[in-house]
């Protein structure tokens, strides 16, 4: 069975195409090679079933998925041909696109940049990755609508909800917006809300789960448990839920509960919470970046990934509700601090990359993440945080959307974060400490290991197969002069 997408890009454009490491991305390399004009693009696309569409001088390229309509590549081929760029502000999606229009090169990311699109300018044209660590270290000339990518790769990200035009003949590049996070707030009457925020999410479910076979990553919280209710609602074929636990932690009741309640085909996958430490090079190689706060989240999940039996496999997660719900500050009890921290975070997720398809892909899945659908988080953005938080309960709005899908102690139950449920956290500190390391130095030296896998696996292209995380570890606390956070 193949990856339904289109997931990687590596693509020289009037240059070559990056000469760094291979793509961290499992699945079938394909030979792209076109020409429009005097342009010609080449390089591969992982894996390349749909990710494609040519017609006279317009070629479009796209990593991932849209969901305005069937189609993928074909789809934003036509809508450009009707509305150029302004497509970008129409279509939604899950995606990444290069868009060669004649003598004009487009780079875009969705609104969210939920797929990384890393770019180099260079003599005589463009080098474009869906990776960094596709890029041997060199530099770019500057580009609007772009940041740099920490470590030594020095290459420039296409920041989210933008696209970047590039004259290939010469002259200024530009870059137009095409989403930004809403910063004003709407009062609706609650009954409205609730029933505004079930379409919402039911439509980002369904929009989600293809024709076929669908897994849901499944806590038990309410936000992946509403995720498997709706799926398994739509769902064409099998629903799977799996939980993943370690000897630190697990939340297999609570997952379980759920699981029976919708009738899925339920697993439990237990690890050793050490192992869940020692993907650490798998997490970083995945999401190209230093956040150690970020990287304990997303550590669980990339184990998980890779632990999953008989892939290819569509993977839906509940991951993200809590940044427009607040979900994070459940302890907050006035609504100005919940409204400030949200806009805060909705200001700031650009570059972190938690939802970056090589997440899943590194095992060969293609994950997707519907509260960051656009219309949805659009929507949980903008609401009243009195929306958010009412009658002393976190998520409110999202609680009732739901409630009449789910048992009632999982419409109650207090969110607890992946990192703490499975133990990460806790066993990643007390390796630490176990190494003699004070207590006040275990955030700086969590940073410091991040940052040395990254020069590692990303600057240099070094394979996490083979990286030793307990020897950084080790080296880290011997070798390295830590700073109090
Ligand atoms: P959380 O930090 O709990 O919000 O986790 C984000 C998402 O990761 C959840 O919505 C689930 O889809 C998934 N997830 C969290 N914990 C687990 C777990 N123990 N097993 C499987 N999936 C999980
Ligand atoms: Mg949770």
Do not use: C
């Not at 448990?225 to 064409?236: D, E, N, Q």
């Amino acid at each position: 069975m193949a990856t339904p997408v289109t997931v990687g890009l590596r693509l020289g454009i009037g240059a070559a195409p990056p000469s760094g490491a291979a793509l961290a991305i499992a699945g079938e390399r394909v030979p792209v090679q076109i020409t429009a004009g005097p342009t010609t693009l080449r390089g591969e696309a992982v894996p390349g079933d749909t990710g494609v569409a040519v017609e006279g001088g317009l070629a479009v390229l796209l990593a991932g998925e849209l969901h305005s309509g069937p189609g993928g590549a074909q789809l934003l081929l036509q809508t450009w041909q009707r509305y150029g760029p302004a497509a970008l502000r129409l279509l939604q999606g899950r995606f990444a696109a290069v868009v060669l229009d004649g003598d004009r090169l487009t780079l875009a990311t969705d609104h969210a940049g939920s797929v990384p699109l890393y770019v180099r300018a260079v003599e005589g044209g463009l080098q474009v990755a869906t990776e960094a660590k596709a890029f041997a270290a060199g530099r770019s000339a500057a580009l609007p609508g772009t940041a740099p990518v920490p470590g030594p790769a020095g290459v420039l990200r296409v920041r989210a909800g933008t696209a970047v035009t590039v004259p290939l003949g010469g002259g200024p590049a530009a870059a137009i917006r095409t989403w930004r996070p809403p910063e004003h707030r709407e009062a609706l009457p609650p009954d409205q809300a609730v029933t505004r925020v079930r379409e919402a999410l039911e439509a980002a479910v369904s929009s989600r789960i293809g024709d076929g076979d669908v897994t849901v990553v499944l806590s038990g919280g309410i936000d992946s448990s509403a995720v498997a209710a709706l799926a398994r609602r739509h769902a064409r074929g099998t629903v799977t839920t799996v939980s993943l636990g370690t000897d630190a932690g697990d939340e297999f009741d609570a997952a379980r509960l759920v699981a029976d309640h919708l009738g899925t085909r339920h697993e439990e996958l237990r690890v050793r919470s050490e192992d869940v430490v020692g993907a650490l090079a798998w997490a970083v190689a995945a999401t190209e970046i230093v956040d150690a706060d970020v990287l304990e989240y997303l550590l669980p999940l990339v184990v998980l990934h890779r632990a999953l039996p008989a892939g290819p496999r569509r993977v839906l997660t509940g991951y993200g509700a809590d940044i427009p719900l607040g979900g994070m500050h459940r302890t907050e009890r006035s609504l100005a601090p919940l409204d400030a921290v949200i806009a805060e975070d909705m200001a700031t997720f650009d570059g972190l990359n938690e939802m970056s398809p090589v997440i899943g892909a590194v095992a060969g899945h293609w994950t997707t993440h519907p509260y960051w659908d656009r219309t949805l988080l659009d929507l949980l953005v903008r609401l009243d945080p009195g929306l958010k938080r009412r009658e002393g309960i976190d998520k409110w709005v999202l609680r009732r959307a739901v409630a009449d899908l789910l048992p009632e102690k999982t419409v109650r139950r207090p969110k607890l974060g992946i990192h703490e449920g499975s133990g990460t956290t806790s066993t990643w500190t007390a390796m630490l400490r176990a190494e003699g390391l004070p207590a006040e130095l275990v955030a700086a030296a969590k940073g410091a290991m991040a940052t040395a896998i990254h020069a590692r696996v990303v600057g240099l292209g070094e394979s996490p197969e083979g990286l030793d995380v307990g020897e950084v570890l080790r080296g880290t606390v011997a070798g390295k002069r830590l700073v109090a956070r």
